[in-house]
Every structure is written in structure tokens, then in C-alpha cells.
């Protein structure tokens, strides 16, 4: 954990080139590396000992032999080859500077898949959760679809972008995603979820809530009894683990279904307001431009 409990950001694919010394990303929002290109800067490891990024990525890692944490459970490499995060996840790195990986590392900003179907879906992925920390076994064959759809976005990416090539890519993300799914399903079928980690539980109960839709937002309090800790409890425990108090994760979870829905549904501003718990369309407003920059209402004709 670095000085003073900070928590390292990546807000950008081109930061995440930049630490790693690769080269500038072909695409903003999407990017597909080759873990071996990577270069290891000793100047960057104590960014790398307590961070968070805002990307969805999905990576092919063999020669793993780094410390890697994840939430509070060290990710298991012992017999796999894949794992999946998801934005906003806190991770700690160790030991990177005798490490010599191989294959290909998918990341994906949010903004790449607002207005599409799969920014609604993709929370429905397990294999994101923190909860999975045990790295997927694949098989000769198996390895070979995914590697091939990793290079089938790959590919996309390096050709000259034109009005196709998002839909492209999005339908490779979206065979990716559930070809991994499938093997999730045949290899823990009978694993359990981590029932001490309080950030995948957080998580789940979240999601389920703004499905829900509640007319008021979750507050502390709720999330407390769910979890049966204290708010007191709850917040120390978020803050100490991601840097964030458990209102600051709601908020992050309520702007990230409202993008969803201003992006993929018919509903007015005010509407969605209501949807999410907002008493007040002028306070979702006021929010919203706060985390965002933008007012809701720019956010949604910025898809029209």
C-alpha cells in the first residue's frame, strides 16, 4: 500500500500504455496489448502497490509469477490462464521486476460501450466480480477461440476505423465475453462466492437494488443491514480497502446504471431520475454533472 492510504488512478488507456511503455494506444476507449512488450520501469512501483483503474479488461496471462491482490484475496494463478476485471476494483502489485509474462491483455473504457445493449450486460458477467479470484483453466482449444477473438478486436483496431468498426468490435467483445462465461460455468459449478469479501457482496446487492427500482436511493444504512455491520463499520472498511466511503460506492454504482439507461432507453432525464430513487430530477442533475462534467441531458444527446 503506498504512503498515506492513497489509492494510484487510471482514468485512460493511453496512462495505462504510458506506465507500461508501450506504445500509444491505436483507439482511445479499446485496447489489445501483448503482455510481453510490456517494460518494467522501477520508477512505477509504488504506483503499483495500491491502484484502480477505470476499464473493463480481460487478460491472457501465463509466466505470472507477480503478487497480485485483489479486493482482499490474492488472485490464485496456480492453474489458469484468464481473469476478468471490472472498473473502479482496487489491486496491489508486487514483484514485477523478474516477471517475464506472455499473451494479450483486452481493455475496454466504459464510454466504448455506452448505447450499446452490452453496457447494460455486462455487470452479468461473474467472472468481473471480485469474488472471482482464481484464475480460469483453459484448454488447448479453448485457449484458441479466445486468443483468436482477441485478435479478431486486435485487428479491427489496427484497420482504418469507419462507421462499422465499433460494431465489429462490440460483437467480438460480446462472443469473447460469452465464451468465457461458458467456461467459468463448466469449471466452477460447484464453487462457492467468497462469503467474507464485503466489496463482491456490496457489488451484488447494488446491482440487484437498481434493478429493483426502488423509489428512494440506497443509503448507508441499508447497505449496513444487508451486510449486517454498522454504517460506522461499513464505511471505515470501504475506505481503508478503496479509498472510497460505502455513500461515495453508491454514488459510483447509481452514475453508472444512469449512463446505462440514459444511453439505452427512451426515458426523459426525469424519468430516470425517479427510476433510480431521485426525489428531485434537480438533485440527480446536480449529481450526475458533478461525477460526469456533463448534464444528463448532454450525456443522452451525446448518443442521439
Avoid at 462457492?192 to 427500482?213: C, G, R, T
Avoid at 480497502?241 to 439505452?264: C, D, Y
Amino acid at each position: 500500500m503506498t504512503k498515506n492510504n492513497k489509492i494510484n488512478e487510471i482514468n485512460s488507456i493511453a496512462q495505462f500504455h504510458q506506465l507500461c511503455g508501450l506504445p500509444e494506444p491505436l483507439h482511445p476507449l479499446i485496447s489489445v496489448v501483448k503482455l510481453e512488450d510490456f517494460v518494467y520501469n522501477k520508477a512505477n512501483d509504488e504506483f503499483w502497490k495500491h491502484y484502480t483503474d477505470n476499464l473493463h479488461t480481460v487478460s491472457i496471462k501465463r509466466g505470472m509469477t507477480a503478487k497480485i491482490s485483489y479486493g482482499q484475496t490474492e488472485y490464485d494463478f496456480d492453474d489458469g490462464v484468464l481473469i476478468g476485471t471490472a472498473p473502479k476494483q482496487i489491486f496491489s502489485l508486487e514483484g514485477l521486476e523478474n516477471v517475464k509474462m506472455s499473451g494479450y491483455k483486452l481493455m475496454i473504457h466504459p464510454n466504448f460501450i455506452q448505447g450499446y445493449s452490452l453496457s447494460k450486460n455486462i455487470h452479468n458477467y461473474g467472472f468481473f466480480s471480485y469474488s472471482s479470484n482464481k484464475a480460469l483453466f483453459l484448454s488447448a482449444k479453448e485457449e484458441q477461440i479466445i486468443l483468436n477473438l482477441f485478435r479478431a478486436i486486435e485487428q479491427e483496431c489496427q484497420n482504418n476505423l469507419d462507421k462499422f468498426s465499433q460494431d465489429v468490435m462490440i460483437a467480438n467483445i460480446e462472443l469473447l465475453l460469452v465464451h468465457i462465461d461458458r467456461y467459468y460455468s463448466r469449471q466452477f459449478i460447484t464453487r462457492k462466492n467468497i462469503s467474507n469479501d464485503m466489496l463482491s457482496q456490496m457489488e451484488d446487492i447494488l446491482n440487484a437494488y437498481f434493478e429493483a427500482e426502488h423509489n428512494q436511493l440506497p443509503t448507508v444504512h441499508y447497505m449496513a443491514e444487508q451486510l449486517n455491520v454498522s454504517p460506522t463499520y461499513l464505511s471505515d472498511l470501504l475506505k481503508n480497502l478503496t479509498g472510497l466511503t460505502a455513500q461515495q460506492h453508491i454514488h459510483e454504482k447509481l452514475i453508472e446504471k444512469a449512463k446505462e439507461l440514459l444511453s439505452t432507453s427512451n426515458l426523459s432525464v426525469s424519468e430516470i431520475a425517479y427510476q433510480l430513487g431521485f426525489e428531485f430530477p434537480q438533485s440527480f442533475n446536480k449529481l450526475f454533472k458533478k461525477k460526469t462534467d456533463l448534464t444528463p441531458l448532454e450525456f443522452k444527446q451525446s448518443f442521439n
